[in-house]
């Protein structure tokens, strides 16, 4: 963990030990839930081992809006920043090893030492702009190219993904996963 925030954030050694300090390690089972609609986000985690999935839930359907792979952060952002209750579910696809920090310890940190608040900031920026992408993504790119860039964020861990799970989250249907993944295994 101490690498991957010293590479990610530009922090040093000593910097990201008091980081990596702060968090619990936390084991879930395949099905597990990390966080339940109407409860509000206190937590963020970090993807060690395992993988996950975002489930935004609307009064009459289900849309899985993400996928959280290893070295990956995992939380409702949204109701984490605005201490609301959260839309979504967040699941355990499979077996998962999460390191997890409480707001109350994230900010005392943060009062504590200013590297944090510059951390913090910089992960509110990089989901912005994630968020923006995802949109655009929607609105430009065909199925095919939506799949594509999903798969080629992690190959490995997209083949352990159910088939209806992955079209929800690009919002196509699983018939056009299926004519996708022909095509392309064709091309190979």
């Known amino acids: 963990m101490n690498n991957f925030f010293i590479d990610t954030f530009k922090i040093t050694k000593n910097e990201a030990q008091i980081l990596s300090s702060s968090f619990y390690i936390e084991e879930y ?7 339940k609609h109407g409860d509000i986000c206190n937590t963020i985690g970090f993807v060690k081992k ?3 999935k975002s489930i935004t839930i609307g009064k009459e359907k289900e849309l899985i809006d993400d996928f959280i792979f290893e070295n ?7 109701s984490y920043l ?5 839309t979504k579910d967040i699941i355990c696809i499979e077996n998962c090893t999460i390191h997890t920090i409480h707001r109350e310890k994230l900010e005392e940190l943060s009062n504590k030492y200013l590297f944090i608040s510059k951390i913090e900031k910089k ?3 990089h989901l912005y702009v994630l968020a923006e992408k995802k949109f655009d993504d929607l609105r430009l790119l065909n199925a095919e190219e939506r799949y594509l860039k999903l798969f080629n964020s992690n190959r490995r861990l997209l083949y352990k993904i159910p088939q209806y799970d992955i079209a929800s989250c690009l919002s196509i249907s699983p018939e056009t996963v299926s004519r996708i993944r022909k095509k392309l295994t064709k091309r190979s």
């Open 50 to 52: 395992g993988l996950l």
């Open 82 to 86: 605005t201490k609301k209750k959260s």
């Open 72 to 78: 990956q952060f995992v939380a409702d952002y949204r």
């Open 123 to 125: 992960v509110t920026e």
């Open 29 to 35: 089972s395949k099905g597990d839930i990390f966080l």
